[in-house]
T-cell receptor, first 115, second 113 residues
């Protein structure tokens, strides 16, 4: 099945700094990847759809200038949280696969803590 | 867009009992209905899915039933075990492309020995 590798698994950063999270598809070409955010005891909220070679599509209410998505190759999508603040502390997770009907595979997630 | 409802939000059962979680959706174009299990601090794992041309699918102790007319589908777990304790999410979608998954609010299942 499709394998998605996500790094780092945990990161602690100071308020005002930026953090980059990477998601790599190891055995398939990820034309599209999705980025989710999950606060404690809540559901997965879609932040944006990452498209290889084009601009990402952001969900309503998600600041595109704060959450920068880059999908320059078929195997790598990155999410950069810029000027991070404590309220950005969350579990960020990517997913991709061969299509919705085949069941997307999730990365292992990144727990971001902003202090 | 898709509106997804899921209930109950929490479910507590005794080991060996059955558990049922229901998911409702609004988009009549949805034709792919997966259930994910997420253990604490881990990634969601697809545990079972069903497509709109099928009414029921079973995999050992897990089953999913679909009522497309009423726009709801349910996860059934029989003979529950403590390791079934987790949060379960439904995510109705449209197959055949890179369509996004919109997750339900989740159901926290606790199975007590």
């Amino acid at each position: 099945g499709a394998v998605v590798s996500q790094h780092p698994s945990r990161v602690i950063c100071k308020s005002g700094t930026s953090v980059k999270i990477e998601c790599r598809s190891l055995d398939f070409q990820a034309t599209t990847m999705f980025w989710y955010r999950q606060f404690p005891k809540q559901s997965l909220m879609l932040m944006a759809t990452s498209n290889e070679g084009s601009k990402a599509t952001y969900e309503q209410g998600v600041e595109k200038d704060k959450f920068l998505i880059n999908h320059a190759s078929l195997t790598l999508s990155t999410l950069t949280v810029t000027s991070a603040h404590p309220e950005d502390s969350s579990f960020y997770i990517c997913t991709g696969g061969q299509g919705a009907g085949d069941g997307y595979t999730f990365g292992s997630g990144t727990r971001l803590t902003v202090v | 867009g898709e509106n997804v409802g899921q209930h109950p939000s929490t479910l507590s059962v005794q080991e060996g009992d059955s558990a049922v979680i229901k998911c409702t959706y609004s988009d009549s174009a949805s034709n792919y209905f997966p259930w994910y299990k997420q253990e604490l601090g881990k990634r969601p794992q697809l545990i079972i899915d069903i497509r709109s041309n099928v009414g029921e699918k079973k995999d050992q102790r897990i089953a999913v039933t679909l009522n497309k007319t009423a726009k709801h589908f349910s996860l059934h777990i029989t003979e529950t075990q403590p390791e079934d304790s987790a949060v379960y999410f439904c995510a109705p979608s449209i197959s055949g492309g890179y369509n996004k998954l919109i997750f339900g609010a989740g159901t926290r299942l606790a199975v007590h020995p």
